[in-house]
Each structure stands twice: as structure tokens, then as C-alpha cells.
């Protein structure tokens, strides 16, 4: 695997998970997961880390991670002054930085099973 193409996957898992809060940020008028529409539209983050995953294989799990970077960012930017959840909420991104690896390895897996070299 290439330095770029490490580089674009990196790219895209980070502004997918980003790009998920600062919409699902605006659409709610505060913190992204004050609405329903974050949790609605979370399978798709997921769904971008597991095509991420398939597309650059290799240690997989970063994907994930870099996602839920993304929303921490998103997170940190967002929540102003009445941050005193902040540590709750940095610990529940974490958890699902966890959620989302499982998707970018499970990515990888199926990409390893069914590509051309199978392995």
C-alpha cells in the first residue's frame, strides 16, 4: 500500500466523521447528537469506514479511529461554553471510535475474501 493512497483513506474517514457532525450539527441548532438525526444517519459513517476499509486494507482499525476523530473535532468546536459534559462526551466518542474500527476491519475482511489475490 502506498503513502498516498494511506494518506487519501486517512483523508476520507477523518471528513466523513467530520463532515456527519457539522451536518447533523447544523440540521439540530447545537451538538449533533441533540437531535435524532445523528443516530439516524450514523450507519453511514459507518458504512464510509467499512468502504474505506475494503479500499485501504492494511491495519484497517485507523479508519475507524480517525472518524471518531473527526466528530471529536466537530465535537471541541461545537460545544461552547456549557462544556461541562465534555469528558462524558469524549469518552462516548471513544466508544464508538471502537464501533467504527469494527466496521473498518470488518471492511478489510470482506475486501481480503473476495479480492483478486484472496489474501
Known amino acids: 500500500m502506498t503513502l ?14 467530520g463532515a456527519h457532525w457539522a451536518v447533523c450539527s447544523a440540521i439540530v ?3 449533533a447528537w441533540d ?3 445523528y443516530y439516524t444517519t450514523l450507519p453511514l459513517v459507518a458504512g464510509a469506514c ?3 476499509g475494503g ?3 492494511e491495519r484497517p482499525w ?9 466528530q471529536a473535532l466537530g465535537l471541541l468546536l461545537t460545544a461552547g461554553a456549557g462544556a461541562s459534559m465534555l469528558p462524558v462526551g469524549m469518552a462516548l466518542l471513544g466508544m464508538l471510535g471502537g464501533a467504527l474500527s469494527g466496521c473498518s476491519w470488518l471492511g478489510a475482511w470482506v475486501a481480503r475474501r473476495i479480492g483478486p489475490d484472496r489474501g
Do not use: Q, Y
Not at 8 to 13: E, H, K, N, P, Q
Open 4 to 17: 498516498s493512497t494511506n494518506r487519501l483513506a486517512a483523508s476520507l474517514a477523518f471528513l466523513a466523521g
Open 29 to 31: 441548532g447545537g451538538e
Open 35 to 37: 437531535g435524532g438525526v
Open 50 to 52: 467499512a468502504a474505506i
Open 55 to 57: 479500499f485501504a486494507p
Open 62 to 70: 485507523r479508519w475507524g479511529a480517525l472518524a471518531a476523530s473527526g
